[in-house]
């Protein structure tokens, strides 16, 4: 937030550089800048599913996982614009143990990041760790709704950690509802399975936090960048 320089572990070509004072000299116009799973927050707590609720943590899990917290219809960034980034937080030793899982390298730098075991990639990387089985995730999903013992072995440990990590930001955030964006959003059957695996690590007796599909798909990052000049605005007045 003080230098206006980025950190990406998707796209190292980013990291150190200026890329919102060069947006603005290149276009010759103000730009304003945050990352896809803010944007994609934004625009999911400003809509109806949403607009009941104070505090929305959109989760995108697709080819990574990262976050977004919105409070009362504005983005939380934090000290240094690194708030919500979940997806690399370190996978508990409890599922090390229980899964006998090797501790992996992430693209961050940092060691075992949830995002290597619960994105997308990370659920396929599982699936071959476990069977032996390369699948692509269309062939995992099926062979998962026809009963094959391994694919469901493999989506129910996925589920278990997933439903952890979900928990744990309620323990920690106490949100109103998560909304989950990215290519792992729609398996349909996640919303069905997180509530049951949400509530084996909460305290007895608490409600895990509603899970929704987002409104708008694919396009609420898109949406949510637009509507960073009216949160803007907003904070002006």
């Known amino acids: 937030r ?4 980025l950190l990406s572990s998707n796209v190292p070509c980013l ?8 947006l603005a000299h290149r276009l010759n116009r103000s730009v304003a800048l945050d990352n896809d799973c803010c944007c994609f927050a934004l625009s999911e707590a ?4 949403a607009r009941q609720f104070s505090r929305i943590f959109g989760a995108i899990i697709g080819t990574g996982m990262g976050g977004g917290l919105v409070i009362d219809g504005q983005l939380y ?3 240094n614009r690194m708030a919500s980034e979940f997806g690399h937080l370190p996978l508990p030793a409890t599922f090390m143990r229980r899964y006998n899982l090797p501790e992996i390298t992430c ?3 940092l060691q075992g990041c949830l995002e290597r075991y619960q994105s997308g990639p990370g659920l396929l990387w599982l699936h071959k760790h476990f069977s032996g089985e390369q ?3 269309e062939t995992l999903l099926e062979k998962y709704r026809h009963g094959n013992a391994s694919a469901v072995a493999t989506v129910e440990a996925w589920i278990d950690m997933l439903g952890c990590t979900l928990a744990q930001l ?10 989950l964006g990215g290519g792992v959003s729609n398996i349909e059957e996640i919303y069905t399975l997180l509530p049951g695996a949400m509530s084996r690590y909460l305290f007895p007796g608490l409600a895990p936090a509603n899970v929704f599909p987002a409104v708008h798909g694919a396009s609420s990052g898109v949406r ?3 509507l960073l000049l009216v949160e803007q605005d907003a904070l002006m007045h």
Not at 170 to 178: G, K, P, R
């Open 135 to 137: 699948l692509k995730m």
């Open 46 to 49: 400003h809509t109806q599913q």
């Open 77 to 79: 960034r934090g000290r």
């Open 224 to 226: 949510g960048a637009a």
């Open 107 to 109: 693209g961050c730098g």
């Open 15 to 22: 990291t150190g550089r200026q890329v919102m004072d060069d």
């Open 170 to 179: 309620q323990l920690i955030l106490d949100v109103d509802a998560f909304v």
């Open 2 to 5: 003080h230098t206006g320089k």
